[in-house]
């Protein structure tokens, strides 16, 4: 994205910039969060990126495409806060569905040549992330964070080029969060999606992340972008190690700033 811009007109009719000035060139496959305080911009930056807001300013390009083009071409898969479950179906139904509808989308995967990849083994993947004896239960029956999973596996089983996630795991307690961030990595490293993820967590952005862009509000932009150079899988001795604490101290620092701007912290 280059130079982007959104505007929102507020109720007392002024103008609120949700987003300025923003630079930010996300490498394909490669796992980026975007983590700031509250109003600096995060979930508008995810609805411009996906097509479904146009910036007043700038330009955002997806793998060649605009934002549009790309979510006609069913691009991008969609993980929000509160996973959208459709009650009435079971786990296994509703990850299922897409497939029954995405047509598009299964003709983009055979123009790409992976008609077989594009037809996951959808049952295997709720097995690898703990939802073997749960295929049959409707969402009213699952935990916050058995819906989550769900939610995660119909978004990788479409295989999409960009994966967005806001902020997945900001309900779930903090055992239930790191479980889930280890099957989204293997679920990513399967695939190797693009993925823009956006969290409240210092933690779980270095655990996750190839890059983590820092942002500000008033107005919303990007303060800081930090690579986090650690090797994977990172698993309990990689997140213990004093090289994860320094990335985890660098964006607590990062993020102090961008919190002054918010006038959280002084
Ligand atoms: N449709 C809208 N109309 C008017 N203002 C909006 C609209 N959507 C977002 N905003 C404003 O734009 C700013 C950025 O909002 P956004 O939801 O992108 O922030 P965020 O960083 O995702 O926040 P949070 O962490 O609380 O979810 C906020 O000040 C918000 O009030």
Partial sequence: MHGVRRLYEQADLSELTALDDIELTIEPGTFVSIIGPSGCGKSTLLRLISGQEKPDAG???????TPKEAAEAKAFGFVPQ???????????????LPHKVNRRGAARRRSRGEDDRGRPDLEA?????GLGESLHKLPAELSGGMKQRTAIVRAFGLRPDVLLLDEPFGALDEFTREALQEQLLELWEQTRATVVFVTHSISEAVRLSDKVVVMAPRPGRITDVIDIDLPRPRH????????FHAYELALRESLRD?????GVVR
């Fill in 59 to 65: 330009t955002i390009t997806v793998c060649g495409l």
């Fill in 82 to 96: 509160s996973p959208a479950l459709l009650p009435w179906l079971s786990v296994l139904g509703n990850v299922t």
């Fill in 125 to 129: 993947m709720l097995r690898e992330v």
């Fill in 236 to 243: 309990q001795e990689i997140i213990t190690s004093p090289e």
């Fill in 258 to 262: 961008a919190f002054s701007h918010s």
